[in-house]
């Protein structure tokens, strides 16, 4: 059974950094595309980063030049690196495994960006 932990979640000051880390379980890691969605209140689960089983990666555009998304295939962890924090960035980040058109959801991770 396919298992996602997200955590690193929390409260951090605009401009502040982050990192969200998810630890995957139950499925052949490296053969997954692994992702990073948010969604904030009212609105839908967007996508923020994702990178396939390479080195391909990609980025939403509000995002670009300050996250980065990476994965550590021998342990079946993916990260994502959050610097320059926005309030605009606030929302649940939910970890995302996908493979065949099939995508599986971690249990989110809170990140509020507030002074």
């Known amino acids: 059974q396919v298992r996602l932990v997200e955590s690193g979640g929390g409260l951090v000051q605009p401009g502040g950094s982050l990192r969200l880390s998810c630890s995957a379980s139950?499925?052949?890691?490296?053969?997954?595309?692994m992702g990073w969605y948010r969604q904030a209140p009212g609105k839908e689960r967007d996508l923020v980063a994702v990178?396939?089983?390479?080195?391909?990666?990609n980025y939403a555009d509000s995002v670009k030049g300050r996250f980065t998304i990476s994965r550590d295939n021998a342990n079946a962890m993916v990260y994502l690196q959050m610097n320059s924090l926005k309030p605009e960035d606030t929302a649940v980040y939910y970890c995302?495994?996908?493979?065949?058109?099939?995508?599986?959801w971690g249990q989110g991770t809170q990140v509020t960006v507030s002074s």
């Open positions: 995302s495994a996908e493979r065949s058109g099939l995508r599986t």
């Open positions: 139950g499925i052949a890691f490296r053969a997954y595309a």
């Open positions: 990178t396939s089983s390479g080195v391909i990666t």
